[in-house]
């Protein structure tokens, strides 16, 4: 499987309740159109002296989006941008409500 972590803070005045509905309603108009195979829960970052070690980033949210392969995932990509934000809602207001997304993609190697 192909993954993507995402990082990022909610923007100002977001709750965590409206942008898990609305992150939730993307992935599945993703799946319904065969560009995502899953979501991964929403996670609250937890702050540890030596398990958390990422001093570069002061992010609170974080979720995994997984993919069959490197190719649906380049299909999403390629759908996101087709679609502009005018015809593609559910992405636009998912992505409007976080603030300093970092994203990280990588692939299974094993298992």
């Known amino acids: 499987m ?12 977001r709750t965590l309740q409206a942008f898990e509905g609305a992150l939730a309603e993307f992935t599945t108009e993703m799946r319904e159109q065969g560009l995502l195979t899953q979501q991964g829960p929403i996670g609250r970052r937890c702050r540890h002296p030596i398990m958390d070690t990422d001093s570069e980033r002061d992010h609170e949210v974080y979720f995994i989006l997984s993919f069959e392969d490197r190719v649906q995932c380049d299909r999403a990509v ?5 679609q502009g934000t005018a015809s593609n809602p559910s992405h636009v207001r998912a992505y409007s ?12 190697v094993s298992g």
């Open 97 to 108: 409500m976080i603030a300093d997304p970092v994203f990280v993609c990588w692939e299974d």
């Open 78 to 82: 390629e759908y996101i941008q087709a």
């Open 2 to 13: 192909f993954h993507m972590l995402t990082s990022c803070n909610l923007g100002p005045g």
